[in-house]
């Protein structure tokens, strides 16, 4: 018998192959460099599937138009993108097209609730395999192929996206899907909670980009996890460090730092990481003295 590996179960490598591409593109990075890093939303899967929603040859002109607009397209996943929105609802109903009558309806939303990148990966491969079994529906006489189920997936995509924000394709951003909600620990709790959590937000990503931005896959689109914390270390001078996290330096509802560093983070923008304690005395706002 063969001596077959078990593949492990790993994170995609989408993210770390985009990484590596990104550190190999110069000879030296600098700290601007790794900021472009930490929020870049391209997709390198993005790369694999869009060519073929390119190469569709629909009949109607609304799909015709989405067709176009994945020929333009340059896979960043950024939040005020139409096509990121269109080409992730997408991706979700090839997903059920492609597996939910081969598995099941339970077998099919546990798959996708505990191993949502293992079916990324199931349909990035299955996408150059344009003939494969799992692309014929069960459900139906005919025999579909990849560009059946794209097609048919492509249509559903635009008929939700219609009923969620109306006709105008322009209000189909991605961040209006794609949210988060900063929260605090008490804000769940009934009447007060909203005095708590932060304003929900629209970000960028998904689970295949360096600045990620991952949902369930059997409960789209709320994001799930993201980058909590950006930080970026000089070690040729410490005190051109920089940081930022999504809330704030107080955790007391009230305080002007509560939430102040969320709009620098939705930005994009990073706090100076002061190190010397001459600048950080310069640059202090306020002392807080605990007392037992």
Not at 102 to 127: H, P
Not at 197 to 211: K, R
Not at 225 to 232: E, F, G, T
Request: aromatic share 8%.
């Amino acid at each position: 018998a063969a001596n077959l590996p078990i593949r492990g179960n790993y994170a995609p490598p989408y993210r770390i192959d985009r990484i590596v591409e990104m550190l190999k593109a110069k000879d030296k990075l600098s700290v601007d460099d790794f900021k472009a890093m930490q929020l870049d939303t391209h997709s390198v899967l993005v790369r694999d599937i869009t060519p073929k929603l390119a190469a569709l040859q629909p009949s109607d002109d609304r799909t015709k138009q989405a067709v176009a607009m994945f020929k333009n397209w340059d896979g960043d996943i950024k939040a005020d993108s139409v096509t990121a929105s269109i080409y992730e609802v997408v991706v979700q109903r090839t997903l059920t097209e492609t597996l939910s009558d081969d598995l099941g309806t339970d077998t099919f939303f546990n798959y996708v609730s505990t191993q949502g990148s293992e079916a990324l990966i199931a349909i990035d491969d299955l996408m150059n395999k344009p003939n494969a079994s799992l692309w014929d529906r069960k459900d139906t006489p005919q025999k579909e192929t990849r560009d059946d189920i794209l097609l048919r997936s492509l249509t559903g995509a635009l008929a939700d996206l219609t009923g969620v924000f109306g006709d105008n394709m322009q209000d189909w951003t991605w961040g209006k899907l794609h949210t988060i909600t900063p929260a605090h620990p008490f804000g769940g709790q009934p009447v007060i909670g909203g005095v708590f959590n932060l304003p929900t937000s629209p970000i960028g990503g998904d689970i295949t980009t360096v600045s990620v931005g991952s949902y369930s896959l059997a409960q789209p689109f709320s994001v799930t996890s993201h980058q909590s914390y950006r930080m970026i270390l000089d070690t040729s001078n410490w005190s051109n460090s920089v940081a930022i996290y999504l809330n704030g330096q107080s955790g007391q509802p009230g305080n002007k730092h509560f939430g102040d560093f969320l709009p620098v983070y939705l930005r994009g923008d990073y706090n100076p990481l002061l190190y010397t304690p001459a600048d950080i005395q310069v640059h202090a706002d306020a002392t807080l003295t605990l007392q037992p």
